[in-house]
Nanobody, 123 residues
Framework: QVQLVESGGGLVQAGGSLRLSCVVS????????MAWFRQTPGKERDFVAA????????YYQDSVKARFTASRDNAKSTVYLQMNGLRPEDTAVYYC????????????????WGQGTQVTVSS
């Protein structure tokens, strides 16, 4: 059974930092590119960041570039999202997701999803 379990969310003041983790089990982690998405109530889920299987490429939504960093440790089957300079507009539920689709996967290409972790940034 495939499981993606996020952790590290919480309440932080604007300008603060959080590090999200997503531990993956039940699949060969290094076969998958990983991504982070986020969603706020009443809105669609948005892409935040992605990292390919060997960590050689990362991709970011424009609003988080230079503030967020995606990384992964294949030996630990874990993907991370370091979030610095947090803003109130970063408040959302953050999800990690896994895909075997290379190139430019769309949200529907992600086969596995975590349950999400809440990030709340106060002003």
């Amino acid at each position: 059974q495939v499981q993606l379990v996020e952790s590290g969310g919480g309440l932080v003041q604007a300008g603060g930092s959080l590090r999200l983790s997503c531990v993956v089990s039940g699949l060969t982690f290094s076969d998958y590119d990983m991504a982070w998405f986020r969603q706020t109530p009443g809105k669609e889920r948005d892409f935040v960041a992605a990292i390919i299987w060997n960590s050689k490429r990362t991709y970011y939504q424009d609003s988080v570039k230079a503030r967020f960093t995606a990384s992964r440790d294949n030996a630990k089957s874990t993907v991370y999202l370091q979030m610095n300079g947090l803003r109130p507009e970063d408040t959302a539920v953050y999800y990690c997701a896994a895909t075997t689709t290379r190139g430019w996967p769309t949200e529907s290409d992600y086969q596995y999803w975590g349950q999400g972790t809440q990030v709340t940034v106060s002003s």
